[in-house]
């Protein structure tokens, strides 16, 4: 399984931006996609998952209610919509699949295969 994310940019604190990671490759009919991110002299930290198969979403209490995460099954590709993005938003997103999972994975560990990142910069 390949992954590649892409999106990321620097963006005012308030403003919006939408990541994107494609799937490609080996696929199993049930699986979840997640994303993760990484601020600099940080841990990595779970963001948000979805169940593929069937849509049902999984959110850190840190981002509920501004972050979205969906998916398209025609292009294989998992979105995560950023609102309302602050300061402390900054940081490298990945994004990852856990190709035996139920759609509420949060570890890192749990998670078999990793995009590359893609960097969000939040301005105050």
């Known amino acids: 399984v390949q992954l590649q994310a892409s999106g990321g940019g620097l963006v005012q604190a308030g403003g919006s931006l939408k990541l994107s990671c494609a799937a490609s490759?080996?696929?199993?009919?049930?699986?979840?996609m997640g994303w993760f991110r990484q601020a600099p002299g940080k841990g990595r930290e779970f963001v948000a998952a979805i169940n593929w198969r069937v849509g049902t979403t999984y959110y850190a209490d840190s981002v509920t209610g501004r972050f979205t995460i969906s998916r398209d099954n025609a292009k294989t590709t998992v979105y995560l919509q950023m609102n309302s993005l602050i300061p402390e938003d900054t940081a490298v997103y990945y994004c990852a699949a856990d190709l035996m999972g139920s759609g509420k994975e949060a570890f890192i560990s749990e998670y078999d295969y990793w995009g590359q990142g893609t960097q969000v910069t939040v301005s105050s």
């Open positions: 490759g080996r696929t199993f009919s049930r699986y979840t």
